[in-house]
């Protein structure tokens, strides 16, 4: 390893440390030792400290604490010329680094400067963890780049960030250059930052870099399994698993230097794109590169073969920026050229199959007003979509799947801004998107394109017809609706006893490799993004993927939910950690998960009963844990009885915890998940003939804590009160 690097890696890291003792001895001074210190709804504490060690952060003496550890990895550095470093000591070095950095970052939150003034976002919390999480598990995002400084120009910083949004890469930004970074490069051209666009500022703080390393360390414990203070586990699951890479922005100084070297330790390479000394792979791992003087032409596509990543592309005919990075970008009303539906006009999208002679593959008419016809702009139009399509193993059980698929494909585009589905979608085009050539027929053309790209298996011929006028509109309409209606009744006859086939989801066994799901028709996913239908049209997509057909075989337990056949391949799938999981009880052999659930059910023992919470709501739960912390306690492929990670839909779902007493258990909730599910919850509790069970169910407004929950329930003469002990 470079003297140079090493040496100045380890200056570096005495620099920072030493600014963390100052922010920490003024801290404590100012609120005491006892001070709470925390990332604002996120779990896992300080979670590089917490990953790496096991020590739990809580208040200012604990990090008192951990500096004290982090003085003990540097090496010391004797006068003269005697001293030669080493990777080994660069290397501790850039631990103590991040956990100086976290402690400093955790800081800002009790006294300021808060990291989100202005642009920036600071930690990400728990919500977008889970909600992101998905997203590097199927691969949509192949990886992130921790970008560290600024661009010699404006124009670069966009060019750099547009190309890794266009191979859908997460782009976080920290730290400046002669004063500036790269994520004001970005707003002083215009670009949009945010979550939803991957461009993510962390903070213009040189410190700000080590939440790039939490993310990281989170993804471990949240997703992986990795148990607090398993070092080693913790930072080989991220070499292998978490496909990051830093690029190193402008000059190159000691505290930057100390970064690079606790990225090293993660399996991070550091690209530069200024000449320093570079280490090449011959050590410990193929991934301990500095490789410094890249041009920006090359630089990301240099970073992208360094770490190895697999970058899939979709090439669409379209005169803007293309890709699933672009899904989150917003066109405001003030930047809105035309728009459609919403409550601005009619508007319906629908998908059918139809005969060989009726699809002319790859046609696309627009009928009616284009874009070029509209004269105020900001205006809006009607608007239906209708594609046909055809295959030799398209089945019409497959139509609503594609069609869920017309809101993501419409979202990539960049400046189209698109919501809904059905009958109630809504479109906007931005002013800069019509001004770059983007009219109403590339709804077609990406249509086409993205049909092909994902369901070419199933579908061998699409058409789109697109439409503006208003008649036609309102008849497409009419028509859609009739066979929606039809779909609605036959998907919802679809019951686990009708079919003698489940399937299997292991897309998350990228981040957790021993967590198998079995879907069935009435228990989807436990993310909320695949239900039967969607992996029964995966695996004829891709017969070798993560959706594969399971035989049930024969009925072990009718009551739990439990076949032989399930058991069996779960317990291959799983590598053999799973010998077997019940599909209706969260007390007895409970199915696993893997991080990415949208809801958490925990028994609470004194009501004998539970509570369900989203992973959207922040607060304190009645089982004395929040979301995050339970998460903990759910995710990474083991099997917890009395918890269970879920989708939110599943609540409805005449199967919820069917051995466990079902839907009647269920005794709080946050009011967010009460009203966004109410309609599918009074449907279910009229079905079993207690029409007011919704509003026996608290919330954080009638109750915060168990003792509270059970007072209540009293209270109200809740039903739980008359059933069998669940344990």
């Known amino acids: ?176 250059t002669d004063g500036k970074s790269m994520a004001e490069q970005l707003v002083e051209e215009g670009v949009e930052l945010g979550w939803g666009t991957r461009l993510v500022p962390y903070g213009k703080d040189i410190t700000a870099t080590v939440y790039a390393a939490g993310f990281a360390a989170r993804v471990a414990l949240s997703f992986g399994g990795v148990q607090p203070g398993d070092f080693r586990k913790m930072l080989l699951y991220n070499k292998d698993r978490v496909f990051a890479f830093v690029l190193a922005l402008g000059e190159v100084d000691e505290e930057k230097y100390a970064n690079a070297a606790g990225a090293i330790n993660f399996g991070f390479p550091t690209i530069a794109d200024t000449q320093i000394p570079e280490i090449l792979p011959r050590g410990v791992c193929t991934y301990e590169h500095v490789v410094s003087n890249i041009s920006d032409d090359e630089i990301v596509s240099k970073a992208i073969e360094i ?75 009607p608007l239906g979509i209708f594609v046909q399509v055809y ?84 008849a497409l309409k009419k028509k859609a609706r009739e066979v929606f209606k039809a779909r609605d009744e036959r998907l919802g006859a679809l019951t686990d006893e009708s079919v003698d086939t489940f399937y299997s989801c292991t897309l998350c066994q990228s981040f957790a490799p021993n967590h198998v799901c079995a879907v069935s028709p009435e228990r989807p996913g436990l993310c909320g993004a695949y239900n039967w239908l969607d992996c029964k049209a995966s695996y004829e997509i891709n017969p070798t993927g993560p959706n594969q057909p399971i035989k049930k075989s024969e009925t072990l337990d009718e009551n739990l939910g439990v076949w032989k056949g399930i058991n069996d391949f779960v317990y291959k799938a799983s590598h053999q950690t799973l010998e077997s999981f019940s599909a209706y009880s ?34 304190m739960t009645p089982s004395g844990m929040k979301f995050s912390t339970m998460a903990g306690m759910v995710g990474g492929g083991i099997q917890t009885p009395g918890f269970i990670g879920i989708s939110k839909f599943f609540i409805g779902s005449k199967k919820f915890i069917k051995a466990d007493g079902g839907l009647k258990r269920l005794a709080w909730m946050p009011k967010e998940l009460k009203e966004e599910i109410r309609d599918l919850l009074e449907a279910r509790a009229k079905e079993m003939g207690i029409e007011d069970f919704l509003d026996k169910v608290a919330t954080e407004e009638e109750a915060e804590t168990e003792e509270e929950v059970l007072e209540w329930i009293q209270k109200v003469n809740h039903p739980v009160l008359k059933m069998e002990p669940m344990i």
């Open 586 to 619: 969260m007390i007895i052999n409970p199915m696993t998960s893997c991080g990415c659930f949208e809801v958490i059910v925990t028994i609470l023992p004194s009501i004998n009963g539970v509570m369900a919470v989203n992973r959207e709501y922040p607060g």
């Open 307 to 381: 770490r190895g990543l697999k970058v899939t592309i979709d090439k669409v005919d379209v005169p803007v920026a293309f890709g699933p990075a672009f899904e989150g970008e917003r066109v405001r009303k003030e930047n809105t050229y035309v728009e459609f539906g919403g409550n601005k006009s009619e508007a319906v999208e629908f998908l059918s199959m139809a005969g060989s002679s009726e699809v002319e593959d790859g046609k696309i008419e627009v009928f009616g007003p284009e874009v070029d016809d509209v004269k105020e702009v900001g205006s809006a139009l």
């Open 1 to 176: 390893m470079s003297k140079i690097i090493a040496t100045s890696a380890i200056k570096g890291s005495y620099k920072i440390l030493k600014r963390a003792e100052k922010s920490l001895k003024e801290c404590i001074k100012k609120h005491g030792q006892d001070q709470k210190i925390e990332f604002p709804n996120t779990g896992y504490y300080l979670p590089v400290i917490y990953s790496m060690t096991g020590i739990k952060v809580e208040k200012l003496s604990d990090a008192a604490g951990v500096l004290e550890e982090a003085k003990k990895l540097l090496p010391s550095v004797p006068s003269g010329k005697v001293w030669i470093p080493y990777l080994g000591g660069a290397l501790d070095a850039g631990i103590a680094t991040l956990w100086a950095e976290e402690i400093i970052e955790a800081i800002k939150y009790i006294d300021g400067p808060l990291p989100n003034n202005g642009i920036w976002l600071g930690a990400a919390t728990d919500v977008i963890l889970r909600e992101r999480g998905i997203e590097f598990v199927d691969g949509s995002a192949p990886g992130f780049a921790a970008c560290v400084g600024a661009c010699k120009e404006n124009k670069t910083a966009v060019k750099v960030a547009r190309e890794l949004q266009g191979k859908n890469i997460y782009v976080f930004m920290s730290a400046s």
């Open 391 to 474: 295959g030799r193993k398209m089945e019409e059980d497959f139509e609503p799947v594609m069609e869920r698929q017309i809101h993501y494909f419409l979202n990539y585009p960049s400046g189209v801004f698109h919501m809904g589905q059905r009958d109630i979608p809504w479109l906007r085009f931005s002013k800069d998107a019509v001004k770059s050539g983007f009219k109403i027929k590339h709804i077609g053309t990406v249509l086409h394109a993205k049909m092909h790209s994902q369901f070419a298996n199933i579908m061998d011929k699409v058409q789109i017809k697109i439409y503006t006028n208003p008649e036609d509109v309102i």
